[in-house]
């Protein structure tokens, strides 16, 4: 069964502070990972998709980086409103349909 | 692109109820899906239509749980006899077979609470 981990669960920075999230995944046949954001209260927004192990795609002050077991989510210089539970997923094998989600990290900017 | 809409927002039960919520994709999106969550975990899947067609369904949804898609436009999800571990935040997604399948427009779900 696909299994998504990600790490710290909460992460709280200084504005300007630099950091990563880290989503750790075991799936038997990789077709996407997909990161979104998710603030209280509301549906979770589609960020980035990444396809194979050393594609990078960039949005802004986030940075996404993909290898075979894991993916970062790099915020540089984050500002509070990039507070958020930003969350990844998966989609794997021949489950066109489903994706399979970590718990998310929360992370909180202060100014 | 006026965005995924559910209805209703809230809804608080009874055990044993039944419920309905309502899922409007955007408009060109032909694929729909429903994922519940509750806190401090992330959505899991529940179900996924392409068009009219239920092409998925999560084995961990009990046969209370019933989505249809008539005409491949709006959706609803029905969930029968209530339980308390029903609670939760339902959420509806959307997308085209433009883009990638895990490329997800989500709407700002429907809350249940079973009291």
């Known amino acids: 069964e696909d299994q998504v981990t990600q790490s710290p669960e909460a992460l709280r920075l200084q504005e300007g502070e630099s950091s990563s999230l880290n989503c750790s995944y075991t799936?038997?046949?990789?077709?996407?990972l997909f990161w979104y954001r998710q603030d209280p209260g509301k549906g979770p927004e589609f960020l980035f998709t990444l396809y194979s192990a050393g594609e990078e795609k960039e949005k802004e002050r986030l940075k996404a980086t993909l290898t075979k077991k894991e993916s970062f989510l790099h915020i540089t210089a984050p500002k509070p409103e990039d507070s958020a539970t930003y969350l990844c997923a998966v989609q794997a094998g021949t489950n066109a349909g489903k994706s399979t989600f970590g718990d998310g990290t929360t992370l909180t900017v202060k100014p | 692109d006026t965005g995924v809409s559910q209805d209703p927002r809230h809804k608080i039960t009874k055990r044993g109820q039944n419920v309905t919520f309502r899922c409007d994709p955007i408009?060109?999106?032909?694929?729909l899906y429903w994922y519940r969550q509750t806190l401090g975990q992330g959505p899991e899947f529940l179900t996924y239509?392409?068009?009219?067609?239920?092409?998925?369904k999560s084995r961990l949804l009990s046969d209370r749980f019933s989505a249809e898609r008539p005409k491949g436009s709006f959706s609803t999800l029905e969930i029968q006899r209530t339980e308390q571990g029903d609670s939760a935040m339902y959420l509806c997604?959307?997308?085209?077979?433009?883009?990638?399948?895990?490329?997800?427009?989500f709407g700002e779900g429907s809350r249940l609470t079973v009291l």
């Open positions: 408009s060109e999106h032909n694929r």
């Open positions: 997604a959307s997308s085209s077979d433009r883009r990638a399948t895990g490329e997800l427009f």
């Open positions: 239509f392409q068009n009219e067609a239920q092409l998925e």
């Open positions: 799936v038997s046949g990789l077709r996407g």
